[in-house]
């Protein structure tokens, strides 16, 4: 089946270092992908939409330039968190939409902690 | 906009009890439905899905029904096990199948045995 890894699983950094978390399809390709943001006992927020080849489309009271998304081949996005802070803490989860198809496969998600 | 609310937890119940977790949504647009399974320390997993009204998916043990009448995609199982303890989460797309989903706040199943 459709699979989804997300590396790393876990990070720890400190407030002020930028820190990049990966989401790969392994075998499918995805045109396009989500970011997501959990927050303890809380859904999942949608941050952006990650297009491959194209600018990502962020959902409203999302910084652009605080979650930079990079989405340069069809089995890999990247979410970087530039300049982080302790308030951008947070489990961040991605999906990847198969070319054509009409279900997401979830990552397992990559838990941010800055200190 | 689009929005989907599901009942709050914990949800607390014995083994082999029935289970109800009660899901609406807006009406907007002819989206297509889902339920999420989360388990502890890891990602979502797809449990299932209805793609249009009266439709019911399946999987598992677990259902839900399409309803269009009353915008509610209730999941149900009628004998739950300790393993299905996880938090469960409703969800609907735009309609349109090129957007993200719009999740529930998600509901903490316990099962005790």
């Known amino acids: 089946g459709a699979v989804v890894s997300q590396h790393p699983s876990w990070v720890i950094c400190k407030s002020g270092t930028s820190v990049k978390i990966e989401c790969r399809s392994l075998?499918?390709?995805?045109?396009?992908m989500f970011w997501y943001r959990q927050f303890p006992k809380q859904s999942l927020m949608l941050m952006a939409t990650?297009?491959?080849?194209?600018?990502?489309?962020?959902e409203q009271g999302v910084e652009k330039d605080k979650f930079l998304i990079n989405h340069a081949s069809l089995t890999l996005s990247t979410l970087t968190v530039t300049s982080a802070h302790p308030e951008d803490s947070s489990f961040y989860i991605c999906?990847?939409?198969?070319?054509?198809?009409?279900?997401?496969?979830f990552g397992a998600g990559s838990r941010l902690t800055v200190l | 906009g689009n929005s989907v609310t599901q009942m709050e937890g914990p949800v607390t119940l014995s083994e082999e009890a029935f289970l109800t977790i009660n899901c609406t949504y807006t009406?907007?647009?002819?989206?297509?439905l889902f339920w999420y399974v989360q388990y502890p320390g890891e990602g979502l997993q797809l449990l299932l899905k209805?793609?249009?009204?009266?439709d019911k998916g399946s999987n598992k043990g677990f259902e839900a029904t399409y309803r269009k009448e009353t915008t509610s995609f209730h999941l149900e199982k009628g004998s739950v096990q300790v393993s299905d303890s996880a938090v469960y989460f409703c969800?609907?797309?735009?309609?349109?199948?090129?957007?993200?989903?719009?999740f529930g706040k998600g509901t903490h199943l316990i099962i005790q045995p």
């Open positions: 999906s990847a939409r198969m070319s054509g198809a009409n279900v997401l496969t």
């Open positions: 075998d499918f390709q995805a045109t396009t």
């Open positions: 990650s297009n491959e080849g194209s600018k990502a489309t962020y």
């Open positions: 009406a907007t647009g002819y989206p297509s």
């Open positions: 209805a793609t249009k009204a009266d």
């Open positions: 969800a609907r797309d735009s309609g349109g199948g090129a957007d993200g989903l719009t």
